[in-house]
């Protein structure tokens, strides 16, 4: 079972960057699909961007695509999530996530584990 700890939240202007990070408990890491998903007050979690065990296929939502960037480095049991060019709409807590299996998927329920989420803040 997979237990998964975000860090790297905060408050940033418009315009700025952060590196979320999300590390991994567990022998088995490097078989998890890994996804990072974000909630905004009010709203539904939705999809950020996930990427397949050997980091060779990922997804991005459209909103974030050229922005942010999903990798994962299976020696050091993380995943990471840089943004760049932060805008105050990607405001929400992001949730780092783990699949079982082989395929990248972008639905809340196809993921088996979650972390307890960072805060990102973006200031106008």
């Known amino acids: 079972q997979a237990q998964l700890v975000e860090s790297g939240g905060g408050l940033v202007q418009a315009g700025g960057s952060l590196r979320l990070s999300c590390a991994a408990s567990?022998?088995?890491?490097?078989?998890?699909?890994m996804g990072w998903f974000r909630q905004a007050p009010g709203k539904e979690r939705e999809f950020v961007a996930a990427?397949?065990?050997?980091?060779?296929?990922?997804k991005s939502a459209d909103s974030v695509k050229g922005r942010f960037t999903i990798s994962r480095n299976n020696d050091e049991n993380t995943v990471y999530l840089q943004m760049n060019n932060l805008k105050p709409e990607d405001t929400a807590v992001y949730y780092c996530?783990?699949?079982?299996?082989?395929?990248?998927?972008?639905?809340?329920?196809?993921?088996?584990?979650w972390g307890r989420g960072t805060q990102v803040t973006v200031s106008s």
């Open positions: 990427i397949n065990w050997s980091g060779s296929s990922t």
């Open positions: 996530a783990a699949r079982k299996g082989t395929v990248v998927t972008l639905t809340v329920i196809d993921y088996d584990y």
């Open positions: 567990g022998p088995t890491f490097g078989r998890y699909v």
